[in-house]
């Protein structure tokens, strides 16, 4: 049917393939384009195909997929409640303060203010300038080392 012969004015020609594959607008045409209208589905090929279940036996159900999250504890200077990597046991951490390099960086600073009869030591006595390592208090595993910077 041309254009203009048996439609009304307004009207343009509908978009099915003209020669070679070529709508009548001239726009290329996808490569799983069927010629023919559908009948109100979609067209074959269009979509992906939809997943496929097995069943196990008569009426059983798939199988469900059950993810698991771990989240890691959110250690500090106190002990944490935790789940030892090594021996698997539900434990509550050990803790035991290390020199780090907090404790060093003061020591130096004070050293530069003058303290250097004995002051600048002070850090080295005080827990709160030192890393702390959490350890299994079963199998004595390290499990995490808290540093201060």
């Known amino acids: 049917m041309e254009k203009g012969q048996g439609m009304p004015a307004g009207?343009?020609?509908?978009?099915?393939?003209?020669?070679?594959?070529i709508p009548y607008n001239g726009m290329p045409l996808p490569p799983n384009y069927e010629s023919t209208p559908n009948q109100g589905g979609p067209v074959p090929g269009m979509y992906p195909p939809a997943p496929q279940y097995v069943q196990q036996g008569p009426g059983a159900p798939s199988p469900a997929v059950v993810t698991t999250v771990v989240m890691a504890p959110a250690f500090s200077d106190v002990s944490g409640q935790t789940v030892c990597p090594n021996c698997r046991q539900q434990i509550i951490t050990t803790t035991e303060h290390k020199t780090g390099l907090l404790t060093w960086l003061i020591c130096g600073v004070l050293t530069i203010f003058g303290c250097i009869f004995g002051c600048c030591l002070i850090p080295f006595c005080v827990d709160g300038c030192k890393d702390v390592e959490h350890r299994c208090p079963s199998c004595h595993h390290l499990i995490y080392v808290y540093k201060r910077i």
């Open 11 to 21: 009207f343009a020609s509908p978009p099915y393939p003209g020669p070679a594959g």
